[in-house]
């Protein structure tokens, strides 16, 4: 049972276009969710996160999103750079306890 | 990431032989986690420890995988008669606390089995 989908493998943008990258999770206990970013051959890097309590997080260039409604976060990044081009996770877990809950990732690529 | 050191990078192990994967948090961390990422799947968490206890292995296959994390050294991923099934990357990561701070991860273990 995936709690938490992203359902779209890859993505493509043009360098200093906005890239939109999508998460939606089935659990309504998740309370606090992360955004990592991956790229090859070395662990997750620490984006951003999200508390239940706002809708919004931004820093720098990256903006979270958090629809609790819809159940659904999104993470935008503009504007995009080559050097983003990663694999991007989002994890959700609930407060108080420790467990994230990663989804299968979404591979960006930034075209010059 | 850089404070969250693993060793190996990279091991290979014939099937049946033991696998010691080593994590050593990030200096005044507490917290250490493990997690799995088979090919083409996101990352899946195996086990909890913090300093001589394990909190939570509800993701730890329940045959030879065990994890420790001793009073002194670095935390360990053990396994045990390894088979092909279990070529993953093994990530660690580690946390000051548990109450909604982020995990910061190691660059990883890639096991091989042959």
């Known amino acids: 049972d995936q709690q938490v989908k992203q359902n779209s493998p890859s993505l493509s943008v043009q360098e200093g276009r906005i890239s939109i990258l999508n998460c939606d999770y089935t659990n309504s206990m998740f309370d606090y969710f992360l955004w990592y970013k991956k790229y090859p051959a070395e662990g997750p890097t620490f984006l951003i996160s999200?508390?239940?309590?706002?809708d919004k997080n931004e820093d720098g260039r990256f903006t979270v999103f958090l629809n609790k409604s819809a159940k659904h976060l999104s993470l935008h990044i503009v504007p995009s750079q080559p050097g983003d081009s990663a694999v991007y996770f989002c994890a959700a877990s609930i407060s108080g306890t420790y467990k994230y809950i990663f989804g299968t990732g979404t591979r960006l690529k930034v075209l010059a | 990431n850089a404070g969250v050191m693993q060793n190996p990078r990279h091991l290979v192990r014939r099937r049946g032989q033991e696998a010691r994967l080593r994590c050593s948090p990030m200096k005044g961390h507490s917290h250490v986690y493990w997690y799995r990422q088979l090919p083409e799947e996101g990352l899946k968490f195996m086990v909890y420890l913090q300093k001589e206890n394990i909190i939570d292995e509800s993701g730890m296959p329940k045959e030879r995988f065990s994890a420790e994390f001793p009073k002194e050294g670095p935390s360990i991923l053990r396994i045990q008669q390894v088979v092909r099934g279990d070529s993953a990357a093994y990530f660690c990561?580690?946390?000051?606390?548990?109450?909604?701070?982020?995990?910061?991860f190691g660059q990883g273990t890639r096991l091989t089995v042959v």
């Open positions: 990561a580690s946390s000051p606390s548990f109450m909604n701070t982020e995990a910061f």
């Open positions: 999200i508390s239940s309590i706002k």
